[in-house]
């Protein structure tokens, strides 16, 4: 009764903010985005039935308070799947750095849900198994599935579940990943996101998001998708920026970075789009053929990077991977 899995983080591209169902995290509308490698976490998992209680560790560091709280939602609906009331012991490690908007929450809870199911004897296919992943995060649900992945919305888990999306995009895309460490609270930013007066006018417009992104993916038209994925960056955050808290995530190398990327487009007329999810770090997106070009220019904004190509879904690791 015992796994190890890995899973990759997720950049955002049509984001999902705000949740209609916080318990089962159930988001408001539909999100696509893509997985990042080889950035990773990898997870061990063990079911130990004379145990008295869970034991979580993430980097070393055993877990307790409302992060303990979030893992135990995805071990209880294993452990309901299963039908049994085994304790677990579960670590994790990230191979990138966490909480500073480059998706670990995402690529943990894929992770552990993979690992929770293989150990416990599930026979699921990937999109059930996100369904387990989702009650940490949303958008584990999509780091599971991989690559380009669409979670849909609804309110049950044959609905609300992740669905991988074939692109020719996959091989040419190369993301610069602009290191901007900065605080970040995401999930008061979801809890209070449908308090925005610009929350309304967001959901308006989203689903025609959801449709142009899944045909420029179909199309492999790298300009539109992450044009799109640009455009979606500056929408989610005019969200939460006028939510009660005032939540302003973005900081001066942030903007700089945005600026940088935009005169490489026009300038130098070179296919460069920026993204951020929840945080202040940025995803540079362009193509294998300009992305030595555009480390150097972001490399003048102070800002250190790391390029990722996109990420392939969960999986489960040989017993020899294990990190206990």
């Known amino acids: 009764m015992k796994a190890t899995a890995k899973a990759h983080p997720i950049q955002g591209l049509v984001k999902y903010h705000g949740m209609r169902d916080t318990e089962r995290r159930m988001p408001y509308h539909d999100s696509i985005s893509v997985c990042t490698a080889p950035s990773h976490t990898k997870t061990t998992v063990e079911f130990l039935p004379d145990a008295d209680e869970d034991v979580y560790v993430i ?12 893992i135990c939602a995805v071990v209880d609906r294993v452990r309901e799947l299963a039908d049994f ?22 690529s943990g809870f894929a992770a552990a849900a993979m690992a929770l199911a293989e150990a416990a004897d599930l026979d699921m296919t ?22 380009f992945s669409h979670l849909y919305s609804g309110m049950n888990d044959t609905d609300c579940r992740s669905e991988r999306i074939e692109t020719d995009l996959e091989d040419d895309l190369r ?39 899944r045909d420029a993916l179909y ?59 929840t945080g202040a ?21 102070g800002v250190e990077t790391d390029v990722w190509s996109v990420g392939g879904p969960a999986e489960v690791l040989d017993e020899s991977e294990a990190l206990f």
């Open 126 to 147: 990937r999109p059930e198994v996100s369904t387990i992943a989702r009650r940490g995060s949303a958008s584990a649900a999509r780091a599971v599935t991989g690559a």
């Open 281 to 301: 770090s940025v995803y540079i997106n362009t193509t294998e053929e300009y992305v030595d070009r555009v480390e150097e220019v972001v490399a003048d904004c």
């Open 175 to 213: 993301i610069v990943a602009a290191h901007v460490p900065a605080y970040k609270e995401t999930e008061q930013a979801h809890a209070e996101a449908a308090d925005s007066h610009m929350f309304d006018a967001r959901m308006a417009h989203i689903h025609a998001q959801i449709d142009d992104m």
């Open 59 to 70: 980097g070393g560091e055993e877990v307790d308070g409302r992060g303990a709280e979030r």
């Open 219 to 277: 199309d492999a038209d790298f300009d539109a998708a992450f044009e799109l994925a640009e455009h979606d960056s500056l929408s989610l955050a005019a969200t939460t920026m006028t939510g009660p808290a005032g939540w302003v995530y973005w900081q001066p190398r942030t903007i700089a970075v945005f600026n940088a990327v935009r005169e490489l487009r026009t300038e130098e007329e070179i296919p460069v789009y920026f993204s951020t999810d």
């Open 85 to 106: 009331d085994h304790r677990v012991r579960l670590e994790s490690e990230n191979s990138f750095p966490s909480n500073i908007g480059f998706g670990s929450s995402a």
